[in-house]
């Protein structure tokens, strides 16, 4: 029988993290469909999973995996699911769902190589901007990008804490070589961890006529479990504070605005980043993933080459640290932005800059992370 949290110090892969941190955090749920370079999560969390008291299931496929998670946390479980670009792309309308019902799910991606079938075994950052704009409507999505084992163990405690908080799908944006690589990961006892559960309704059942009221100032209403005498109601559908459909332009504006502002109102908040170096920077690296990993030695190098070079580490994608972007752009020189992909989040970058600066792309298509050298040469050609 294996403990709930196994505490102490371990070597383990970045996906094995993912999946004791999910543990750690009281997932109790994983509905998932095999696919690479996540499967060890899956293959994890069906040993572990039903030895703390949860329940794993293979699904047919990504989409009935998406919505089972969905209906599992209705019911009162922490649940998740995992999954690479193909899976990903499948997911897109019950995440959008998941928004809309405000449903607390967690969602891994752990990115490789595409489009399409691409490259299932290697590297790659191209689902950044799907994390943000895959589903359709407006809505804000909370994205955490680990850089190490340790990091996706944290970072998916992090989403769960989140996602009950809020009531809302976040998603944990890996990549194939964080998932895949060895390193210390360290785990906390469980009293040490700071573990959220979901805001109960104050009212018996009997009394809670209104399910989905909030106030100005929270605006994340109670969530009744489905099965405990409660009456839910469930819809992706345009609704009141009934749970009931509302087929007009200011229902939907009224209600809309609520689950983006309840996102919104706490960015600075959510927004995470390691700066390291920028105070005096002519030039700022911005990076996240395993590609901030590679800027760590480029920007070493540059330094002790005499060149002022600072990194900014994104830890959080979305909501994406716009103010903090802005400031940078207005004392660096340039602004470097490499990324697995041939451009997303740099464009992200040159929005927040305003045009105070120059931001400069460097892009490699996926298979590989950039290699340190390319780094630095940009560097070193925005220095001349």
Known sequence: MYDRVLSGIHFMSGNIACAEGAIAAGCRFFA????????????????????VGGTFIQMEDELASSIAIAG????????????????????????????????????????????????????????????????HGDYEMIALCPASPQELF????????????????????????VGHMVERVEIPTAEALEIVERHQPPSPPEELTLPYHTDEVNRIPPMAPAGEGYRVNMTGLTHDERGYPTMNA??????VRRLVGKIRQHADELELCVEDGIEDADV???????????????????????????????????????????RLAESARALLVPEINLGQLVREVERAA???????????????????????????????
Request: hydrophobic content about 45%.
């Open 250 to 255: 200011e229902g939907q504006d009224r209600l």
């Open 32 to 51: 998932g469909y095999p696919i690479t370079p996540s499967s060890e999560i899956a293959e994890r969390l069906a040993a572990r999973l039903p030895a």
């Open 72 to 135: 599992a946390s209705w019911g009162g479980l922490k649940s998740m699911t995992a999954t690479s670009g193909p899976g990903f792309s499948l997911m897109q309308e019950h995440i959008g769902y998941a928004f809309m019902t405000e449903t607390p799910v967690v969602l891994v991606d752990i990115q490789r190589g595409g489009p399409s079938t691409g490259l299932p075994t290697l590297v790659g950052q191209g689902d950044m901007m799907q994390a943000r704009w895959g589903s």
């Open 354 to 384: 305003h045009g105070a600066t120059r931001v400069v792309a460097v892009s490699h298509a996926g298979g590989h992370y950039p290699a340190a050298d390319t780094i630095l040469a940009a560097i070193e050609e925005v220095n001349k």
């Open 154 to 177: 944290d970072f998916t405690l992090r989403a769960f804490n989140l996602a009950e908080r809020f009531r809302t799908p976040v998603l944990v944006m890996s990549d194939e070589v």
């Open 284 to 326: 700022v690296v911005i990076a996240y993933g395993i590609t901030a990993r590679v800027s760590q030695g480029a920007v070493r190098r540059a330094r002790e080459a005499g060149l002022k070079v600072g990194l900014l580490r994104l830890q959080v994608a979305w909501p994406f640290p716009d103010a903090r972007i802005a």
